[in-house]
């Protein structure tokens, strides 16, 4: 190999070296780090309503349009909502919003994942707490406990630079989620969940 090629590599080896370590070694992090979490809907049977697919024939697009029974048995549509807090425990409760560590966020009701790439890095573990509440025409409600069961707080640390992975939640509906779509067995009883 020629002398000039020998030289301009290792004049070259050296800077990509430490452009590498200064990107994984936090260049790109500073004082804040990525949260991540997915989720999937499902009925009190276990069987999925959301995200359909392969296995999940009978389930439905998005938790934007399902459907529910109102006053009367009346048929109605609800988009179901999922919200993520981040809190500091040492604050207080996370009903708070003084206690948020960045402003409560909107889950998509058409999307399975969320990712924040902006949160504070911490030594001490946050409280990251879902959220759920059933819009319809009339207005939005957090249902009651037995008819939407979201999981309780997770702790976890967020370090600088790096990724904190909630994992996939289930959100479980009061209804069949192996029954047909729009059949009777998969409407969600608006009233029974206080929505109505």
Not at 124 to 153: D, K, M, N, Q
Request: with cysteine; aromatic share 6%.
């Amino acid at each position: 190999m020629p002398g000039f090629l020998a030289r301009r590599r290792s004049h070259r080896a050296p800077w990509g070296a430490a452009a590498a370590l200064a990107w994984v070694g936090g260049g790109c992090g500073g004082d804040v780090g990525t949260v991540e979490v997915a989720w999937v809907v499902a009925g009190r049977d276990g069987e999925p309503i959301f995200p359909s697919g392969d296995l999940a024939p009978s389930a439905y697009d998005d938790t934007c349009d399902l459907p529910g029974y109102g006053p009367g048995m009346a048929e109605v549509t609800y988009a179901l909502r999922l919200s993520l807090q981040i809190c500091d425990p040492g604050c207080g409760d996370c009903s708070d919003s003084a206690c948020h560590v960045v402003p409560e966020a909107e889950l998509p009701c058409d999307g399975v994942r969320y990712t924040d790439p902006d949160v504070p890095a911490s030594e001490r573990p946050y409280l990251f707490r879902l959220r759920a509440r059933i819009e319809t025409e009339t207005g939005s409600c957090v249902p009651s406990a037995g008819c939407v069961v979201v999981p309780g707080p997770i702790s976890r640390k967020v370090r600088p630079g790096r990724v904190t992975d909630l994992q996939v939640v289930e959100i479980l509906l009061d209804v069949e989620g192996g029954a047909r779509p729009g059949s009777p067995a998969s409407r969600l009883d608006l009233v029974a969940c206080g929505c109505a």
